[in-house]
Nanobody, 124 residues
């Protein structure tokens, strides 16, 4: 059983930065794939923006490539999402999600462990 806790959201102006955290109750290690999902205001669908395979290979959605950077601290069982040059369209709730997949899947319903989400608001 893995419990994920999101934190680090906030309100910034366009061009600003935030760092989100996803703390795991146990080691995710090399057994889980992790995805950072974005849910825009008023939208039901969650869109994956960063995909981290169980091998550690990381892929970014085109919308965030070059602006967002994922990292992790194994000693703290925590993953981070550094968000730079934020845009108003980045506004929404961000979730980390994990599952025992070798390769990170894009569909939210593939993930059975979720953080509670953290709110990011970017004003123009």
């Amino acid at each position: 059983q893995v419990r994920l806790t999101n934190s680090g959201g906030g309100s910034v102006q366009a061009g600003g930065s935030l760092r989100l955290s996803c703390e795991s109750s146990g080691s995710i290690g090399t057994s889980y794939s992790v995805v950072w999902f974005h849910q825009a205001p008023g939208k039901e669908q969650r869109e994956g923006v960063v995909f981290i395979d169980s091998t550690g290979e990381t892929t970014y959605a085109d919308s965030v490539k070059g602006r967002f950077t994922a990292s992790k601290d194994d000693a703290k069982n925590t993953l981070y999402l550094q968000m730079d040059r934020l845009k108003p369209e980045d506004t929404g709730t961000y979730y980390c999600a994990a599952a025992r997949w070798f390769r990170a899947e894009r569909e939210p319903d593939k993930y059975n462990y979720w953080g509670q989400g953290t709110q990011v608001t970017v004003s123009s």
